[in-house]
């Protein structure tokens, strides 16, 4: 007796679809499951076998073989259980063939015959979309199918239940709860004017920043505020953003609720863990930032070879991740935010108090960053100690957030249907820009006076775009380029 169920198997961001092939014939009593399932998939066994028997169901006496389909595919997770349980219930003919025609099942099992989700729900529910299957899964199944929409789904929450025969399919409402996640505000921050002025230009133009300052001098506080400035995700953006957090594990809701993501990972994280990697392949911090900030406290002190990884996802906006299985690409399209004190002890420059380091260990420090990563950042600026008797004057009100989030949103509305500014370059920037001759004049001199490069003079240019779309201004002209270099004039000192 034999018995197929459709299911689906994660690479990336993907559901690629999987057959569930159960064969069951006298013979000595085994069970195997074969097709390139990994350790997961292969403890499926154990817990298929205890949640048919603990729904009152039989398990079969018999030879049990389940082949997975395509073979040369790699599967992983424990979404293979439910598809599994209804393959060997179907070919023993203890559920109808009906229950799973048409459908693609996923979910994880309990020993008692309980159904769990599993991560990437999401992706199962828009590949089922695509592919006209409806969705055959737990209860979270329908927020997913909600989200996705035109998705029908099978709600299965215990292995009893199929006892009944038939379940009946639900077309999910798309409701969505509210995210209560708020960001802090820009007026709790005394003083900063430029280095606000800098976050706004990022928040407007999606701009990488690093802020260098001493211990103590808000640059942490600064950087958590951004997320309080930036625009609310656009449909499509949700969506992407939402499917890589759910492959990841992650709660999607903020994402789907349109809160720009803002990932602040730790110094000690590893290659993999920031730009993504493993076995199976999961996405990193950078994917998991996508549409959103990546923002890194205390930069070099993060390792080397992490920190250089950073180089081409910031360039291409995507990660692959090349395995001897295949190659998987992640999309990684953020703005990098970074914080870091001007040397080890964290004082030079200050007016206040003495830099106790030498110049070799200054220069040890700064250059566990890099040059060709500094070269990708289109901002830097010193954040210095602000007057303890400004901190406590609570007359002095401060620019809330509320208020830049406007000027942001102006700006982006004034771009239009332009391509996002972070990804111009070449003839699209110069035809976006429109440079006066006296801003191109000062370009230049400014490339020969400060020895960029043509990466820096592209980002120099970028910024400048974006200082016109937050003043409404259709050309680039040398006010604007003269504020965007003075964003790359900043030194550590």
Same mark, same amino acid.
């Given at each position: 007796?034999?018995?197929t169920?459709?299911? /689906?198997?994660?690479?990336?961001?993907?559901?690629?679809?999987?057959?569930?092939?159960a064969?069951?014939?006298?013979?000595?009593?085994?069970?195997?499951?074969v097709?390139?399932g990994?350790?997961?998939?292969?403890?499926?066994?154990?817990?298929?076998?205890?949640?048919?028997?603990?729904?009152? =169901? #039989?398990?079969?006496?018999?030879? $049990?073989?389940?082949?997975?389909?395509?073979?040369?595919?790699?599967? &992983?997770?424990t979404?293979?259980?439910?598809?599994?349980?209804?393959?060997?219930?179907?070919?023993?003919?203890?559920?109808?063939?009906?229950?799973?025609?048409g459908?693609?099942?996923? %979910?994880?099992?309990? !020993?008692?015959?309980?159904?769990?989700?599993?991560?990437?729900?999401?992706?199962?529910?828009?590949?089922?979309?695509? +592919? *006209?299957?409806d969705l055959?899964?737990?209860?979270?199944?329908?927020?997913?199918?909600?989200?996705? %929409?035109?998705?029908?789904?099978?709600?299965?929450?215990?292995?009893?239940?199929?006892?009944?025969?038939?379940?009946?399919?639900?077309s999910?409402?798309?409701?969505?709860?509210?995210?209560?996640?708020?960001?802090?505000?820009?007026?709790?921050?005394?003083?900063?004017?430029?280095?606000?002025? /800098?976050?706004?230009?990022?928040?407007?133009?999606? &701009?990488?920043?690093?802020?260098?300052?001493?211990?103590?001098? *808000?640059?942490?506080?600064?950087?958590?505020?951004l997320?309080?400035?930036?625009?609310p995700?656009?449909d499509?953006?949700?969506?992407?953003t @939402?499917?890589?957090?759910?492959?990841?594990?992650?709660?999607?809701?903020?994402?789907?609720?349109?809160?720009?993501?803002?990932?602040?990972? &730790?110094?000690?994280?590893?290659?993999?863990?920031?730009?993504?990697?493993?076995?199976?392949?999961?996405?990193?911090?950078?994917? !998991?930032?996508?549409?959103?900030?990546?923002?890194?406290? #205390?930069?070099?002190?993060? *390792?080397?070879?992490? =920190?250089?990884?950073?180089r081409?996802?910031?360039e291409?906006?995507?990660v692959?991740?090349?395995?001897a299985? %295949?190659?998987?690409?992640?999309?990684? /399209?953020?703005?990098?935010?970074?914080?870091?004190?001007?040397c080890?002890?964290?004082?030079?420059?200050?007016?206040?108090?003495?830099?106790?380091?030498? !110049?070799? $260990?200054?220069?040890?420090y700064?250059?566990?960053?890099?040059?060709?990563?500094?070269?990708?950042?289109?901002?830097?600026?010193?954040?210095?100690?602000?007057?303890?008797?400004?901190?406590?004057?609570?007359?002095?009100?401060? #620019?809330?957030?509320?208020?830049?989030?406007?000027?942001?949103?102006g700006?982006?509305?004034?771009?239009?249907?332009?391509?996002? +500014?972070?990804?111009?370059?070449?003839v699209s920037?110069?035809?976006?820009?429109?440079?006066?001759?006296?801003?191109?004049?000062?370009? #230049?001199? =400014? @490339?020969?006076?400060?020895?960029?490069?043509?990466r /820096?003079?592209?980002?120099?240019?970028?910024?400048?775009?974006?200082?016109?779309? !937050?003043?409404?201004?259709?050309?680039?002209?040398?006010?604007h380029?003269?504020e965007?270099?003075?964003?790359?004039?900043?030194?550590?000192?």
């Open positions: 007796m034999q018995a169920v459709m299911t /689906a198997t994660l690479r990336g961001v993907e559901a690629l679809p999987v057959e569930v092939q064969d069951v014939t006298s013979g000595l009593p085994m069970f195997a499951i097709g390139l990994d350790a997961a998939v292969q403890e499926a066994k154990e817990r298929v076998r205890s949640a048919v028997r603990a729904a009152g =169901l #039989e398990f079969p006496n018999a030879r $049990v073989i389940i082949n997975l389909a395509p073979a040369p595919l790699r599967k &992983h997770g979404g293979f259980d439910l598809p599994i349980a209804l393959a060997v219930l179907a070919a023993t003919r203890q559920i109808p063939a009906a229950l799973t025609e459908s693609t099942a996923v %979910g994880e099992l309990g !020993l008692d015959g309980s159904v769990r989700s599993v991560p990437g729900m999401l992706a199962h529910a828009y590949a089922a979309a695509q +592919t *006209g299957y055959l899964g737990p209860s979270s199944a329908l927020s997913a199918a909600a989200v996705v %929409g035109k998705v029908r789904c099978r709600i299965v929450d215990h292995v009893r239940a199929l006892r009944g025969g038939l379940v009946e399919a639900q999910p409402t798309r409701v969505l709860a509210a995210d209560t996640w708020c960001a802090p505000d820009l007026s709790d921050v005394a003083g900063h004017h430029a280095v606000k002025r /800098a976050l706004e230009i990022a928040a407007a133009g999606g &701009h990488n920043l690093l802020l260098v300052g001493p211990p103590g001098s *808000g640059k942490t506080m600064l950087a958590r505020r997320g309080g400035i930036l625009p995700l656009n499509d953006e949700r969506m992407t @939402a499917l890589v957090h759910s492959v990841a594990g992650v709660d999607e809701r903020a994402s789907l609720a349109g809160i720009r993501p803002f990932r602040m990972p &730790h110094h000690s994280t590893s290659t993999a863990g920031l730009i993504g990697g493993g076995t199976p392949p999961r996405p990193g911090e950078v994917s !998991l930032a996508h549409n959103g900030v990546l923002f890194l406290d #205390e930069l070099p002190e993060f *390792g080397p070879a992490t =920190l250089q990884a950073l081409q996802p910031l291409d906006g995507t692959t991740v090349v395995r299985e %295949g190659r998987v690409t992640y999309p990684a /399209a953020f703005a990098l935010i970074g914080a870091m004190n001007p080890p002890c964290g004082y030079l420059g200050d007016a206040e108090k003495r830099c106790t380091c030498t !110049l070799p $260990v200054i220069e040890r700064t250059g566990r960053i890099g040059g060709p990563l500094l070269d990708r950042i289109d901002m830097l600026i010193r954040v210095d100690r602000i007057d303890p008797a400004r901190i406590l004057d609570s007359s002095d009100q401060e #620019e809330g957030s509320e208020a830049v989030a406007a000027r942001v949103a700006a982006i509305s004034f771009a239009g249907d332009r391509p996002a +500014t972070r990804t111009l370059s070449g920037l110069l035809n976006a820009c429109r440079p006066s001759k006296d801003a191109r004049t000062t370009l #230049e001199t =400014l @490339a020969r006076t400060m020895g960029l490069s043509g /820096a003079v592209t980002r120099t240019l970028r910024v400048a775009r974006t200082i016109a779309d !937050l003043g409404a201004d259709d050309r680039v002209s040398r006010d380029i003269l965007a270099a003075s964003y790359r004039t900043g030194e550590y000192r």
